[in-house]
């Protein structure tokens, strides 16, 4: 009886440890540097973003922040890395809606689980893509395009970050709406697909448009067609895709996650972070200049948004005639 009695009473004690320890580490948090991981290469938007916002998140935090690329594999490299990372707030990811909305559609395994393996964060911007040719490719405008596309099947290439990315499926989307046919060429990401447009290495791309302008402005790209179904300021001149009956229903953001099951408090100091380094002034005006309206919802609501655009992505993937787990090569 009284081994019995000892045993019940260590148990006790242990949980009531562990009860009183993680309020405890959450509250320490952090204590060390914390690492942001980009999963593309340096010079995108994604990269962009996390270095403006990583100032103000270590002021915030009182503790330095580190961006880390991982690029490759369509971004799928730097997500297995966060997701494999421990989910104690020192390790998260700056990346867009493909990572967690696409790729568990898309392909029949992944090194990650982008539904379960991650702590949702928060929204870090929406914005509108921009769909672009080179100014020697001769395209003039979205008509123009499809006019000459189905004229020559094949003749366009388009630059994209590999099968079921962002501007994959804006070209399918565009491909099936104009009966046309584009020859798909993969990049690691936005920062090595917009040299290869600029040079005319492809002729047709999908880029942000805070990216895009200075050389829509110096007549080295020409502006086709935004994505989306609202019209943007910095271009009130281009239609969207939705007035080209080419709108696919995805929206375009960028988001951050961190490993799955981290401590609610401690996703929620890295939120506040986040919200407090957006609102710098440097900060403000790269939004600005990339056309970003930033969100900055709770790791809570972020969740359920993220749940909800599964459901809409794999919604219009069907609806587009993909089907899952097929459609990539293994």
Partial sequence: ????????HCALALALSCVLAAPASAQDFPSKPVRIIV????????????????TGMRDALGTP???????????ITGMQACSAAPPDGYTICFTVQDSLSYNGYFYKSLPYDPVNGYTPLTNL??????????????????ADLVAKAKAAPGKFNWGTWGEASQPDVQMRAVAGAAGATFVPIPYKGQAQSMPALLSGEVDIGYVGIGMALPHIESGRLKPLLLTGKNRN???????????????VGLPTYLLAVGPARMPAAVADKLQAAMVKAAQAPGAQQFYK??????????????????????????????KMGFKPGTNLAD
């Fill in 1 to 8: 009886m009284r081994r019995r009695s000892t045993l019940v």
């Fill in 125 to 142: 911007g929406w914005t509108n893509g921009l769909i672009v040719s080179n100014a020697n490719a001769g395209i003039t405008s979205y």
């Fill in 65 to 75: 922040v580190i961006v880390e690329n991982r690029p490759g594999a369509g971004g």
């Fill in 289 to 318: 200049t990339f056309t970003l309206t930033f969100v900055g919802d709770t790791p809570a609501a972020f969740a359920e948004f993220l749940k909800a655009d599964r459901t809409n992505a794999e919604r219009v993937f069907r």
């Fill in 233 to 247: 300021d910095a271009l009130p001149g281009i239609p969207t895709m939705a007035e080209a009956g080419a709108d």
């Fill in 39 to 54: 999963p593309y290469a340096p010079g995108g938007v994604v990269d962009g973003l996390a270095r403006v916002l990583s």
